[in-house]
């Protein structure tokens, strides 16, 4: 897979100030949230700033919320045992656990916020209940007293609150009067700390992270109210600046897009169970967001993998629509959001037709134009996806060259900064959808190439009304550039293979079904591939790529995926 370059793994949980570059795409709210931080952060390492944090110890919750998502048994079972894996990396027995050397931030950030708790109950039993215990004190021992600018950050620090409370009758409500006090002192401290940062600079989901931490203690801690009537005026300012029109988030990213409305599930549960209203735009928002998710499904059930997307477990993603009470179609068409879905027969097309997000994203892809394909419920084109902890991947996985569309001189679509983020990217991408008689063409261009090269990607998609012809053109409007590459990466389990003649491919299904892709206008050619579509898993896989010059004013490659009898023999 041909990429630009490899860089370290620059995605932090506490570093709110992004590169000079970006500063200016912030609104100006937030950059002056950020630099006051910045500026706060030097007096929280101070000796005195823990003890400003004291004040009345609550004895007992007002209600104990209940966490609703499932954890993976498998996983706690390793925890109890000491191994740790986050975030793609796996820490046996870390020493000192905390801050472990060779442990990536985003293992860091996984540890200090606690969701594997839901990994610990799943296993059931007091050795999980235990092990849940010894941790939270044993965090409460190194970290409560000491700063640690990646611990006590905004977004961090409000998981962990939200994951102590939701999980108190598993680990807590059984232990010692001494140790309960402490934990609801400490989790009292801790919001404390969140009511004086917020809102801290904070942009998207990340944002929402730290509010719901604030929201829940607020509900659950006595005295509390305070914390919840700052925490819900600011959540009701950062929702309509998060969701866009469609009901797809900000970050334009199908785990974001699920990761939030997971947590603005977990709030309306919260406010009920504290009777407290849940405001009208949180409904709404909820409402909004389901259709999206739905939308972004392939047939297996995970998400599709654009912008920092696993697959992740399609009955997860069910259970999150379930409990969002969204009984309702998958949207076919986000204009605001840029995604498309073309679904005929069998046949699924999913499409990132949209702008890549304004402002700092360091989960954004330069996969403009990029297409994934699934038939039933098995996956054929896709992406590669996303490896969260490898700092080897982190640039690779982000490049143009790691999606199926079309790349020019080997140059990302949107150039990804050093830091992270997308520095030069598309200001216009155009999309123009057309159906009749169960037929769909979806038009699409972006100018990402423009600046550079004085190029303009069109791409052009039809999928018949039957499901069993999708159709494709991409073209190339100007003379800039040498040459292109047009790539189809292939999932793990498709077996591929060149016909003789040498003019087309042949694409195998785990179940039997055929597909034959014909190219015309370029060469033909099948390449090895990575697929990073489970979580911390990397799999040797295959693409087919169609290259070929640049052919003055305007460049055109026209190709067709047809599906082919399960009878049919290879030719």
């Not at 610990?120 to 941790?135: C, E, H, I, K």
């Not at 944002?207 to 509900?219: N, P, S």
């Not at 012809?469 to 990466?489: P, Q, S, Y």
């Not at 015309?520 to 693409?543: F, P, T, W």
């Amino acid at each position: 897979m041909a990429v630009e370059s490899r860089d370290r793994d620059t995605v932090t949980g506490h570093d709110l100030l992004p590169g000079l570059g970006t500063f200016g795409q912030l609104p100006r709210d937030q950059v002056l949230g950020r630099l006051g931080y910045a500026v706060k952060r030097p007096i929280f390492a101070l000796p005195f700033y823990p003890v400003s944090l004291a004040g009345p110890g609550p004895t007992r919750l007002n209600f104990s919320p209940a966490d609703a998502w499932p954890g993976s048994a498998e996983a706690g079972s390793a925890i109890i045992a000491g191994r740790f894996s986050f975030a793609g990396q796996t820490l046996e027995a870390p020493k000192p656990l905390w801050r472990p050397r060779g442990a990536s931030e985003r293992w860091r950030v996984a540890l200090h916020g606690f969701a594997w708790l839901r990994d610990l109950r799943a296993v059931g039993g007091d050795p999980a209940r235990r092990a849940a215990r010894d941790l939270v004190t044993a965090w409460i021992d190194q970290n409560a007293r000491s700063w640690d600018a990646l611990a006590w950050s905004p977004a961090v620090t409000g998981q962990r609150l939200g994951h102590w409370l939701g999980h108190y009758e598993f680990f807590a409500a059984s232990a010692a009067v001494e140790t309960r006090h402490r934990l609801l002192y400490e989790s009292a401290r801790q919001a404390r700390h969140l009511a004086r940062v917020l809102p801290a600079g904070l942009a998207g989901a990340e944002a929402l992270t730290a509010l719901k931490g604030l929201i829940t203690a607020g509900a659950c801690l006595p005295g509390g109210g305070a914390w919840l009537d700052q925490g819900l005026a600011l959540l009701r300012r950062e929702l309509p600046r998060q969701l866009l029109a469609d009901g797809g988030h900000m970050e334009r990213s199908p785990k974001r897009q699920f990761e939030v409305l997971r947590d603005l599930i977990d709030l309306r549960a919260t406010l009920h169970a504290s009777e407290a209203p849940v405001p009208a735009d949180l409904q709404a928002a909820i409402t909004q967001m389901a259709p999206v998710l739905r939308m972004l499904q392939h047939g297996d059930g995970g998400l599709a993998l654009f912008n920092d997307s696993n697959e992740g477990e399609g009955w997860q993603v069910d259970m999150v629509l379930q409990r969002a009470d969204a009984r309702v179609r998958p949207l076919m068409s986000a204009p605001q959001s840029g995604f498309q879905r073309l679904q005929a027969g069998r046949t699924l097309v999913l499409i990132d037709a949209g702008t890549p997000p304004p402002g700092p994203d360091l989960h954004a892809h330069a996969g403009t134009l990029s297409f994934e394909v699934s038939v039933g419920r098995e996956r054929l084109f896709v992406n590669c996806g996303a490896h969260p902890g490898d700092a080897a991947w982190r640039q690779a996985q982000r490049s143009t060259a790691a999606h199926s569309t079309l790349v020019l001189d080997d140059v990302n679509s949107s150039e990804l900064g050093r830091d992270g983020n997308l520095r030069r990217r598309p200001q216009t991408v155009l999309c123009r959808r057309e159906e009749s008689d169960g037929n769909i063409w979806v038009d699409t261009s972006h100018d990402g190439y423009r600046r550079r090269f004085g190029q303009i990607h069109h791409r052009r998609l039809y999928l018949a009304a039957n499901g069993e012809d999708l159709r494709g053109e991409d073209r190339l409007e100007g003379e800039g550039g040498e040459g292109f590459a047009l790539r189809f990466h292939l999932h793990p389990e498709v077996r591929a293979s060149l016909t003789q003649s040498g003019d087309a491919v042949l694409l195998r299904l785990p179940r039997g079904d055929g597909w034959r892709l014909r190219a015309r206008g370029a060469e033909l050619r099948l390449e090895e591939s990575a697929y990073l579509g489970h979580a911390g898993e990397v799999k040797r896989s295959r693409q087919v790529v169609l290259s070929g010059r640049v052919q003055g004013p305007e460049t055109t490659v026209k190709w067709a995926l047809r599906h082919e009898a399960k009878s049919r023999g290879k030719s």
